[in-house]
Protein backbone atom coordinates (compact mmCIF):
# COMPACT_ATOMS: atom_id res chain seq x y z
CA UNK A 1 0.00 0.00 0.00
CA UNK A 2 3.08 2.45 0.97
CA UNK A 3 4.19 1.91 -2.79
CA UNK A 4 0.41 2.71 -4.41
CA UNK A 5 0.51 5.67 -2.43
CA UNK A 6 3.77 7.34 -3.31
CA UNK A 7 2.72 6.80 -6.99
CA UNK A 8 -0.17 8.63 -6.65
CA UNK A 9 1.08 11.21 -4.68
CA UNK A 10 3.64 10.89 -7.71
CA UNK A 11 1.05 10.94 -10.47
CA UNK A 12 -0.83 13.82 -8.58
CA UNK A 13 1.69 16.49 -8.08
CA UNK A 14 3.28 15.82 -12.00
CA UNK A 15 -0.17 16.44 -13.05
CA UNK A 16 -0.62 19.25 -10.59
CA UNK A 17 2.76 20.68 -12.16
CA UNK A 18 2.44 19.92 -16.14
CA UNK A 19 -0.96 21.28 -15.86
CA UNK A 20 0.71 24.96 -15.49
CA UNK A 21 4.17 24.10 -17.70
CA UNK A 22 4.79 26.38 -20.23
CA UNK A 23 6.84 25.70 -23.35
CA UNK A 24 9.35 28.24 -23.02
CA UNK A 25 11.90 28.23 -20.04
CA UNK A 26 14.53 29.30 -18.52
CA UNK A 27 16.63 28.92 -15.28
CA UNK A 28 18.08 30.88 -12.43
CA UNK A 29 19.74 30.03 -9.12
CA UNK A 30 21.78 31.91 -6.53
CA UNK A 31 25.47 29.19 -5.87
CA UNK A 32 26.83 30.04 -2.53
CA UNK A 33 29.83 28.74 -0.70
CA UNK A 34 32.11 30.66 2.03
CA UNK A 35 32.66 33.40 0.45
CA UNK A 36 31.33 32.65 -3.18
CA UNK A 37 28.22 34.14 -4.31
CA UNK A 38 27.52 33.77 -7.98
CA UNK A 39 24.08 33.76 -9.68
CA UNK A 40 23.05 32.13 -13.10
CA UNK A 41 20.87 32.61 -15.21
CA UNK A 42 19.89 30.27 -19.12
CA UNK A 43 17.22 32.57 -21.28
CA UNK A 44 15.85 30.02 -22.88
CA UNK A 45 13.64 31.78 -25.77
CA UNK A 46 14.16 31.04 -29.74
CA UNK A 47 15.49 34.36 -30.32
CA UNK A 48 18.85 35.63 -29.44
CA UNK A 49 19.35 39.13 -30.92
CA UNK A 50 19.95 41.77 -27.93
CA UNK A 51 22.12 44.26 -26.34
CA UNK A 52 24.10 44.47 -23.59
CA UNK A 53 23.25 48.33 -22.13
CA UNK A 54 25.25 50.06 -19.06
CA UNK A 55 22.72 52.35 -17.98
CA UNK A 56 23.77 55.35 -15.78
CA UNK A 57 22.74 56.69 -12.72
CA UNK A 58 20.90 59.84 -11.70
CA UNK A 59 18.88 59.61 -15.18
CA UNK A 60 15.19 60.92 -14.99
CA UNK A 61 13.06 58.28 -16.15
CA UNK A 62 9.33 57.19 -16.53
CA UNK A 63 6.93 54.42 -17.12
CA UNK A 64 5.71 53.42 -20.46
CA UNK A 65 2.03 52.96 -19.63
CA UNK A 66 -1.54 52.51 -20.89
CA UNK A 67 -3.60 55.74 -21.24
CA UNK A 68 -5.58 55.04 -18.38
CA UNK A 69 -2.94 54.31 -15.81
CA UNK A 70 -0.98 55.94 -13.61
CA UNK A 71 2.23 56.93 -14.77
CA UNK A 72 5.32 56.49 -12.37
CA UNK A 73 8.30 58.93 -13.06
CA UNK A 74 12.25 58.35 -10.95
CA UNK A 75 15.80 59.29 -11.20
CA UNK A 76 18.45 55.97 -10.92
CA UNK A 77 20.09 55.95 -8.33
CA UNK A 78 21.92 53.41 -9.26
CA UNK A 79 24.33 52.40 -12.64
CA UNK A 80 23.39 49.06 -14.17
CA UNK A 81 24.40 46.36 -16.73
CA UNK A 82 21.31 44.74 -18.15
CA UNK A 83 20.78 42.09 -21.06
CA UNK A 84 17.99 44.02 -23.42
CA UNK A 85 16.24 41.82 -26.48
CA UNK A 86 13.51 44.59 -26.10
CA UNK A 87 15.57 48.00 -26.58
CA UNK A 88 17.06 50.31 -23.76
CA UNK A 89 15.29 50.16 -20.41
CA UNK A 90 13.27 47.01 -20.68
CA UNK A 91 15.94 44.34 -19.51
CA UNK A 92 15.50 40.79 -19.13
CA UNK A 93 18.07 40.97 -16.64
CA UNK A 94 20.95 42.51 -15.13
CA UNK A 95 22.98 44.03 -12.16
CA UNK A 96 23.47 46.88 -10.39
CA UNK A 97 27.06 48.29 -8.93
CA UNK A 98 25.48 47.72 -5.46
CA UNK A 99 25.53 44.30 -6.44
CA UNK A 100 21.89 43.72 -6.89
CA UNK A 101 20.48 41.16 -9.27
CA UNK A 102 16.77 40.87 -10.89
CA UNK A 103 16.17 38.24 -14.04
CA UNK A 104 13.17 37.50 -14.96
CA UNK A 105 11.99 33.90 -15.95
CA UNK A 106 8.93 32.89 -17.73
CA UNK A 107 5.72 31.92 -15.99
CA UNK A 108 2.73 32.10 -18.31
CA UNK A 109 -0.02 31.88 -15.43
CA UNK A 110 0.95 34.88 -13.86
CA UNK A 111 -2.18 37.51 -13.16
CA UNK A 112 -0.63 40.73 -11.45
CA UNK A 113 -2.14 42.33 -8.99
CA UNK A 114 -4.93 45.43 -10.03
CA UNK A 115 -5.00 48.58 -8.34
CA UNK A 116 -6.37 51.58 -10.33
CA UNK A 117 -5.08 53.75 -7.33
CA UNK A 118 -1.45 52.64 -7.27
CA UNK A 119 1.16 53.76 -10.30
CA UNK A 120 2.23 51.39 -13.26
CA UNK A 121 5.37 49.38 -15.05
CA UNK A 122 5.04 46.46 -17.54
CA UNK A 123 6.89 43.42 -16.23
CA UNK A 124 9.66 44.19 -18.23
CA UNK A 125 10.41 47.87 -16.79
CA UNK A 126 9.99 46.80 -13.38
CA UNK A 127 13.07 44.94 -13.54
CA UNK A 128 14.99 48.88 -14.67
CA UNK A 129 13.06 50.22 -11.29
CA UNK A 130 14.39 47.66 -8.72
CA UNK A 131 18.11 47.60 -10.53
CA UNK A 132 17.75 51.65 -10.42
CA UNK A 133 16.41 52.11 -6.88
CA UNK A 134 17.47 49.33 -4.78
CA UNK A 135 20.90 47.82 -3.37
CA UNK A 136 19.46 44.48 -0.83
CA UNK A 137 16.89 42.04 -1.63
CA UNK A 138 15.27 43.26 1.34
CA UNK A 139 14.88 46.85 -0.16
CA UNK A 140 13.29 45.27 -2.95
CA UNK A 141 10.91 43.42 -1.03
CA UNK A 142 9.73 46.14 1.70
CA UNK A 143 8.63 47.92 -1.57
CA UNK A 144 6.83 45.15 -3.40
CA UNK A 145 3.91 46.86 -2.73
CA UNK A 146 4.57 50.44 -3.43
CA UNK A 147 3.99 49.73 -7.34
CA UNK A 148 1.54 47.61 -9.67
CA UNK A 149 3.02 45.58 -12.70
CA UNK A 150 0.94 45.95 -16.16
CA UNK A 151 1.28 43.21 -18.47
CA UNK A 152 2.77 44.47 -21.49
CA UNK A 153 4.10 41.22 -23.16
CA UNK A 154 4.84 38.03 -21.06
CA UNK A 155 3.28 37.11 -17.67
CA UNK A 156 6.52 36.30 -15.57
CA UNK A 157 8.18 35.94 -12.31
CA UNK A 158 11.51 37.01 -10.97
CA UNK A 159 14.80 35.96 -9.31
CA UNK A 160 16.60 38.21 -6.91
CA UNK A 161 19.94 38.32 -5.58
CA UNK A 162 22.12 40.78 -3.61
CA UNK A 163 25.90 40.47 -2.41
CA UNK A 164 25.11 39.32 0.84
CA UNK A 165 23.90 36.49 -0.77
CA UNK A 166 20.14 37.10 0.10
CA UNK A 167 18.09 35.76 -2.38
CA UNK A 168 14.11 35.91 -3.71
CA UNK A 169 11.93 34.46 -5.82
CA UNK A 170 8.97 36.79 -6.20
CA UNK A 171 5.48 35.41 -7.63
CA UNK A 172 1.90 37.00 -9.05
CA UNK A 173 -0.77 33.95 -8.41
CA UNK A 174 -4.04 35.17 -9.18
CA UNK A 175 -3.47 38.37 -8.29
CA UNK A 176 -1.73 38.40 -5.24
CA UNK A 177 1.81 38.76 -4.67
CA UNK A 178 3.96 35.46 -3.31
CA UNK A 179 7.62 36.04 -2.19
CA UNK A 180 9.89 33.33 -1.21
CA UNK A 181 12.95 34.15 0.87
CA UNK A 182 15.01 33.19 3.87
CA UNK A 183 13.48 29.67 5.20
CA UNK A 184 11.00 30.05 2.73
CA UNK A 185 13.76 29.48 0.00
CA UNK A 186 15.30 26.30 0.83
CA UNK A 187 16.68 26.35 -2.73
CA UNK A 188 17.68 29.43 -4.00
CA UNK A 189 16.72 28.54 -7.43
CA UNK A 190 13.71 29.03 -10.21
CA UNK A 191 12.51 27.47 -12.94
CA UNK A 192 9.41 27.59 -14.80
CA UNK A 193 6.97 26.60 -12.23
CA UNK A 194 5.76 28.11 -9.27
CA UNK A 195 8.51 28.05 -6.99
CA UNK A 196 5.62 25.97 -4.33
CA UNK A 197 5.04 23.24 -6.85
CA UNK A 198 8.85 22.99 -7.66
CA UNK A 199 9.46 22.17 -4.27
CA UNK A 200 7.01 19.33 -3.88
CA UNK A 201 8.14 17.68 -7.02
CA UNK A 202 11.80 18.07 -5.92
CA UNK A 203 10.61 16.28 -2.43
CA UNK A 204 9.68 13.28 -4.44
CA UNK A 205 13.87 12.45 -5.25
CA UNK A 206 16.58 11.16 -4.18
CA UNK A 207 18.32 13.45 -1.77
CA UNK A 208 14.91 15.84 -0.88
CA UNK A 209 13.21 13.25 0.99
CA UNK A 210 12.26 11.02 -1.91
CA UNK A 211 13.29 7.57 -3.90
CA UNK A 212 12.58 8.98 -7.82
CA UNK A 213 15.81 9.30 -9.77
CA UNK A 214 16.46 12.57 -11.83
CA UNK A 215 15.91 12.79 -15.49
CA UNK A 216 17.70 14.24 -18.11
CA UNK A 217 14.40 15.86 -19.57
CA UNK A 218 14.04 19.64 -20.48
CA UNK A 219 10.94 19.96 -18.23
CA UNK A 220 10.61 23.09 -16.25
CA UNK A 221 10.27 20.33 -13.02
CA UNK A 222 13.24 18.16 -13.76
CA UNK A 223 15.72 20.89 -14.82
CA UNK A 224 14.66 22.74 -11.41
CA UNK A 225 15.48 18.84 -10.02
CA UNK A 226 18.73 18.52 -11.45
CA UNK A 227 19.74 22.42 -10.34
CA UNK A 228 19.27 21.69 -7.17
CA UNK A 229 21.19 18.75 -7.30
CA UNK A 230 23.63 20.64 -8.38
CA UNK A 231 23.50 22.97 -5.90
CA UNK A 232 23.47 20.86 -2.56
CA UNK A 233 26.85 19.26 -4.18
CA UNK A 234 29.07 22.81 -4.66
CA UNK A 235 29.46 22.09 -0.79
CA UNK A 236 31.78 19.46 -1.67
CA UNK A 237 33.31 20.55 -5.13
CA UNK A 238 36.86 21.13 -4.04
CA UNK A 239 38.54 21.59 -7.15
CA UNK A 240 36.63 23.10 -9.57
CA UNK A 241 36.35 27.08 -9.93
CA UNK A 242 33.66 28.55 -8.67
CA UNK A 243 32.54 29.80 -12.35
CA UNK A 244 33.73 26.76 -14.39
CA UNK A 245 31.12 24.96 -11.48
CA UNK A 246 28.08 27.48 -11.94
CA UNK A 247 28.39 27.41 -16.05
CA UNK A 248 29.05 23.66 -15.32
CA UNK A 249 24.90 24.30 -13.93
CA UNK A 250 23.93 26.23 -16.57
CA UNK A 251 25.13 23.45 -19.52
CA UNK A 252 23.31 20.80 -17.40
CA UNK A 253 19.78 22.81 -17.39
CA UNK A 254 20.51 23.81 -21.16
CA UNK A 255 17.83 23.48 -23.63
CA UNK A 256 17.56 23.46 -27.47
CA UNK A 257 17.12 27.31 -28.14
CA UNK A 258 19.84 28.22 -25.02
CA UNK A 259 20.42 31.85 -26.27
CA UNK A 260 22.93 32.98 -23.62
CA UNK A 261 24.39 31.99 -20.21
CA UNK A 262 24.78 34.65 -17.99
CA UNK A 263 27.05 34.45 -14.58
CA UNK A 264 26.36 37.19 -12.12
CA UNK A 265 29.13 38.14 -9.67
CA UNK A 266 27.92 40.05 -6.88
CA UNK A 267 30.61 40.70 -4.79
CA UNK A 268 33.31 41.43 -7.58
CA UNK A 269 30.96 42.60 -9.74
CA UNK A 270 31.93 40.75 -12.71
CA UNK A 271 29.66 39.34 -15.73
CA UNK A 272 30.58 36.66 -17.06
CA UNK A 273 28.70 35.02 -20.18
CA UNK A 274 28.57 32.86 -22.73
CA UNK A 275 26.64 32.93 -26.33
CA UNK A 276 24.76 30.48 -27.90
CA UNK A 277 27.08 30.66 -31.40
CA UNK A 278 30.60 31.18 -29.06
CA UNK A 279 32.72 28.99 -27.83
CA UNK A 280 34.95 31.49 -25.52
CA UNK A 281 32.98 33.09 -22.38
CA UNK A 282 33.27 36.37 -22.43
CA UNK A 283 34.01 39.24 -19.45
CA UNK A 284 32.88 42.19 -18.32
CA UNK A 285 34.60 44.32 -15.39
CA UNK A 286 32.75 46.75 -13.38
CA UNK A 287 35.49 48.70 -12.49
CA UNK A 288 35.94 49.89 -15.82
CA UNK A 289 33.04 50.91 -16.26
CA UNK A 290 31.51 54.72 -15.83
CA UNK A 291 28.05 55.04 -14.89
CA UNK A 292 28.48 58.74 -14.91
CA UNK A 293 25.37 60.47 -16.66
CA UNK A 294 27.98 62.19 -18.64
CA UNK A 295 29.73 58.77 -19.93
CA UNK A 296 29.06 57.27 -23.26
CA UNK A 297 29.70 54.07 -25.03
CA UNK A 298 26.78 52.77 -23.69
CA UNK A 299 25.67 49.73 -25.84
CA UNK A 300 27.07 46.50 -26.17
CA UNK A 301 25.63 44.03 -29.66
CA UNK A 302 25.31 41.12 -28.25
CA UNK A 303 27.16 38.77 -30.83
CA UNK A 304 29.82 40.35 -31.62
CA UNK A 305 33.74 38.46 -31.50
CA UNK A 306 35.93 40.10 -29.04
CA UNK A 307 39.46 39.68 -28.85
CA UNK A 308 40.09 41.65 -25.98
CA UNK A 309 39.86 40.78 -22.25
CA UNK A 310 38.47 44.38 -21.28
CA UNK A 311 34.77 44.36 -23.11
CA UNK A 312 34.53 47.69 -22.51
CA UNK A 313 36.12 48.92 -25.68
CA UNK A 314 33.49 46.83 -27.63
CA UNK A 315 30.58 49.20 -26.13
CA UNK A 316 29.29 51.93 -28.84
CA UNK A 317 26.30 55.20 -28.53
CA UNK A 318 23.24 53.77 -29.97
CA UNK A 319 20.63 56.11 -31.77
CA UNK A 320 16.69 55.64 -30.83
CA UNK A 321 16.16 54.78 -34.23
CA UNK A 322 18.83 51.93 -34.05
CA UNK A 323 17.19 50.99 -30.84
CA UNK A 324 14.10 50.23 -32.17
CA UNK A 325 15.89 48.40 -35.16
CA UNK A 326 16.40 46.17 -33.07
CA UNK A 327 12.72 45.29 -31.39
CA UNK A 328 11.77 45.40 -35.51
CA UNK A 329 14.20 42.46 -35.72
CA UNK A 330 13.00 40.54 -32.61
CA UNK A 331 9.54 41.26 -33.89
CA UNK A 332 9.50 40.07 -37.04
CA UNK A 333 12.01 36.94 -36.10
CA UNK A 334 8.26 36.08 -33.33
CA UNK A 335 5.68 36.37 -35.68
CA UNK A 336 7.93 34.16 -38.32
CA UNK A 337 8.33 31.45 -35.51
CA UNK A 338 4.39 32.24 -34.38
CA UNK A 339 5.20 33.59 -31.05
CA UNK A 340 3.22 36.43 -31.81
CA UNK A 341 0.97 37.72 -33.66
CA UNK A 342 1.83 40.40 -36.51
CA UNK A 343 -1.04 43.04 -35.62
CA UNK A 344 0.18 43.02 -31.70
CA UNK A 345 4.13 43.04 -33.04
CA UNK A 346 2.95 46.38 -35.21
CA UNK A 347 0.64 47.71 -32.50
CA UNK A 348 3.51 47.31 -29.83
CA UNK A 349 5.95 48.88 -32.06
CA UNK A 350 4.24 51.62 -32.49
CA UNK A 351 4.16 51.86 -28.47
CA UNK A 352 7.36 51.66 -27.99
CA UNK A 353 8.19 54.08 -30.85
CA UNK A 354 6.09 56.82 -29.26
CA UNK A 355 7.69 55.69 -25.88
CA UNK A 356 11.46 56.72 -27.39
CA UNK A 357 10.55 59.40 -28.92
CA UNK A 358 8.98 61.07 -25.61
CA UNK A 359 11.98 60.26 -24.46
CA UNK A 360 14.07 61.86 -26.55
CA UNK A 361 11.73 64.74 -26.83
CA UNK A 362 12.23 64.95 -22.56
CA UNK A 363 15.71 64.46 -22.63
Known sequence: MSNIFRIIVFLFVTLNIASSQVLKGCTAFCLKKENTILVGKNLDWPVGDGFIIINKRSVAKFAMVKPDEKQVHWVSKYGSVTFNQFGEEFPLGGMNEAGLVVEELSYSPAVYPANESKYSLNELQWIQYQLDNYCTVGEVIRNL?????SELLFGLHYFICDRSGDAAVIEFIEGKIFCYDGDDLPVPEVSNNSYHNSLKYLKLHQGFGGDRIPTNGPESPE???RAAGLLQNFQNAQKMAPEDYAFGILKNVKQHDTQWSIIYDPQKLKIHFQLRDQRE???????????SEQSGKDFFI??????????IQYFVSISANENLGLLETVFNKLVKLDEMDEIAAHQLMEKFSEYYQKLINDE
Not at 281 to 291: M, P, V
Not at 302 to 311: K, T, V
Open 145 to 149: DSLCI
Open 281 to 291: RQKLDYETINF
Open 223 to 225: RFV
Open 302 to 311: LGQNCEESDL
